[in-house]
Every structure is written in C-alpha cells, then in structure tokens.
C-alpha cells in the first residue's frame, strides 16, 4: 500500500549566516513533528556542517532528514543537492570548499554561521564565508553530485535572482535534473502558466526555511511504499506508483 509522506526538501540550519539562531537540530525536528512533517531535506550554503548533529537528532523523532547542501555556482545559481547518506554529502562538501574563494565570514555583517550538536549548543563557527558562488559551474556540480549518486534539484527556479532560469535564461537540455522546485512565493497553476513546457520536470515545493516560522508550508507529498531515500528516488521518477503530489 502507498502512504502520502508530506516534504520539505530545503530547510537551512543556523550554519547558514542567513538562518536564525533558533534553527537547531531540534527545533527544526520539533516544528517538523508538529506539522506532520516526514522527509526534510537539509540545506545549508555551500556546507554539510549541521548534518552530522541534524542526523544523530533525528534517531529520535520518525522523520526522514535527508543530507544535502544548497550550492551557489558560478553563475550564481543555487542547486539543491541531497543525498542519501552523511558520507556522500561530505564528500560533496569537500569538493565544495576546495571550489570556495579564500575568505573569512563577517559575522557581524553576514550573520554567524553556528556549529552545533542535537540539541543546539554551539560547538564552533565555521569561518570560510558561505553565502558566496563557488568556482564551480551548474554542469560541474550536477556532474559531481551524479558521481555521487545524489539528487540536483534547480533551487527556487521562479525567483529573478540566484535561480537557474533568473541567471541563465533557461534550463539547459542537456542537464540532468532530478526534479526543479519552485518557490513559496508562487502557486503550481502559476508557476506552470509562467514557464512554458516546465512540466517536463518533476515539480516539488519546499519552505527554504530560515527560521522556524517558514516551516508552516506543506505543498509537497511522496506517494511511497515506505519511508526511505530508494522510494523517494522513484517518487521522483514516478515509477511503479510512486509520486510527487504538489497540494496548492
Ligand atoms: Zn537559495
Ligand atoms: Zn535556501
């Protein structure tokens, strides 16, 4: 039998300097079972450094947490790029940070970008500055993320800025997206009625969370069999009657 699993595929942890300090392991894991939340994809800027806390955490609660990183390309686009193992993501993040400019975070001008364990104590900052692009393009990170095995879902493609469609133009044909997401401003009727043959992708929805609030957004359901990365990839490719439900 198939059971409807609600998503939230991009949610931010207080490592990203945008992100409140409330955005502990958690906080998010509560604010998720409170809202009937299953699968949540963590994403921070161009960094896995919560995963590790936001996994151990989430042996607790009945909620899939699926590791990922928000990463800025070249281009200035934002990819969201999800795992399904800490392994993975951390091998993502090293070849992430070889790709990052050499410069130090201004906590007091971007925010701080808080290490943390389970329940939100602060274990350290991270001090490379991670809301900036990577010298990575959009075709070297899907190609990366691939190698991996991981998902690259296009982040908040509506938006003008640090979207795919904003700073390119276009999807190119020839990347291989997993799914495209569009963002909370919009609604699916709208987002379809904008951009023509997008419903050649699979299209899912998510909060981009940055503090505990924007987590009150439910859109996206997994039709699956069970709750586990394998099903979710299949939702993805909607096989065997798994699939991605949009609620607007
Ligand atoms: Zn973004
Ligand atoms: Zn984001």
Redesign the pocket.
């Known amino acids: 039998m198939l059971l409807e699993y609600p998503a939230d595929f ?1 949610i931010h942890t207080c490592l990203s300097p945008c992100a409140s300090d409330e955005m502990t392991p958690i906080n998010i894991l509560n604010m998720a079972k409170v809202m009937g939340t299953k699968i949540l994809g963590i994403c921070d ?1 161009n960094s896995a450094g919560n995963i590790n806390a936001m996994l151990n955490m989430a042996q607790d609660y009945d909620i899939l947490v699926i590791p990922g990183i ?1 990463v ?1 390309s070249i281009e200035e686009v ?1 990819l969201l790029c999800l795992f399904e193992s800490e392994d993975q993501v951390f091998k993502l993040q090293e070849y992430i940070y070889s790709a990052l400019p050499p410069v130090n975070n201004n906590p007091r001008l971007f925010g701080h970008q808080w290490l943390v364990d389970g329940i939100g104590n602060i274990l350290g900052e991270e001090n490379r500055m991670l809301l900036t692009s990577t010298f990575l393009t959009v075709d070297e990170i899907a190609q990366k993320v691939h190698e991996l095995q991981g998902l690259l879902i296009p ?2 493609v509506d ?1 003008k800025h ?2 795919i469609i904003g700073q390119l133009g276009f999807i190119p044909e020839n990347l291989k997206v997993d799914a495209v997401e569009f963002s909370k401003t919009t609604t699916k009727a709208n987002f379809e009625a904008t951009f023509d043959n997008i419903n050649e992708y699979t299209l899912i929805t998510s909060s ?1 969370a940055h503090c505990l609030e924007d987590m009150v957004y439910q859109k996206t359901f997994f039709l699956l069999k069970s709750l586990n990365f394998k099903e979710i990839v299949m939702a993805l490719k909607g096989l065997e009657g798994r699939k991605v439900l949009i609620k607007d």
């Open positions: 991009h800027h928000e800025q934002h982040a908040h938006k640090f979207s981009d």
